[in-house]
């Protein structure tokens, strides 16, 4: 099933996208099916975003590299590539973007707030001045392309982060960076499963979701041959911020052994 610009246009309307809306990208989007003309599906996805979302509009997304920890390469802020999908590395690359200076985990934005969002965060991927944190202050929303939203929800992790859930640790990294010409060594932080957990069943957001539905909403609309989402990230924040005081093991199957 094919699927053309109009349709894109039409279908972000649907979910709610509008002028100067801030959005954190994910998901896939060639899950959606065929674009036509297929060779302009980049340009033509980031062009209808920008002509919805206006001047004062903002486009948030990810942009990995977890490579650089086994290979032990330099971190580059402005040339190392995100791993992320073909997406994220045609909007890294475009003119006004602003990365997260994170070797690992960065999130770059594009549009009013990109600099805000993104300049001068914490070491850490997720709380205070984090990218996410600033993003759930704007009030922002989590447009996924393709994939059902618990399958592409990073922003959960920020949720465990600020609720000190027992199960993750910060583990620290030192690693060569390269930002603004300059080449130096820093400390940054990721928060992960404890060693001793590492296999531990996963709920794959089961009851995270099924939660966060119970008082919020999650518009969707048919594009092709799947579906985009969007909600609200600050809702979706502040609903699991309560979860995980009544449950500090919601993230997982069941509750583990320490």
Not at 70 to 90: A, D, M, Q
Request: aromatic share 14%; proline share 3%; glycine share 4%.
């Amino acid at each position: 099933m094919s699927y053309q610009l109009e349709n894109l246009r039409t279908s972000l309307k649907k979910v709610g996208i509008k002028k100067g809306d801030i959005i954190y990208l994910s998901g896939n989007l060639f899950l959606l099916g065929n674009f036509f003309p297929k060779k302009k599906i980049l340009k033509s996805f980031y062009e209808v975003l920008i002509s919805i979302l206006g001047k004062k509009g903002t486009i948030c997304f990810p942009t990995h590299s977890f490579n650089i920890i086994s290979k032990k390469k330099l971190f580059n802020l402005n040339s190392t590539p995100s791993e992320t999908g073909v997406v994220t590395e045609y909007l890294r690359k475009k003119k006004g973007s602003v990365r997260q200076d994170h070797p690992y985990a960065s999130i770059t934005s594009i549009g009013r707030y990109a600099k805000f969002i993104c300049k001068k965060n914490t070491n850490n991927v997720y709380g205070p001045n984090s990218p996410f944190s600033r993003m759930i202050r704007l009030n922002s929303k989590v447009l996924n392309f393709g994939l059902e939203p618990r399958f592409c929800c990073t922003s959960v992790h920020h949720s465990e982060f600020m609720s000190k859930v027992p199960y993750r640790y910060n583990k620290k990294f030192r690693q060569k960076v390269k930002i603004n010409k300059r080449i130096k060594i820093k400390n940054y932080y990721m928060f992960v499963i404890k060693d001793n957990l590492i296999n531990i069943k996963r709920d794959k957001n089961k009851k995270i979701f099924k939660h966060f539905q119970k008082k919020n909403k999650i518009l969707k609309t048919k594009l092709g041959k799947s579906f985009i989402y969007c909600y609200s990230l600050k809702k979706f924040y502040n609903d699991n911020m309560i979860l995980f005081k009544k449950d500090r093991y919601a993230w997982l199957k069941e509750k583990p052994k320490l």
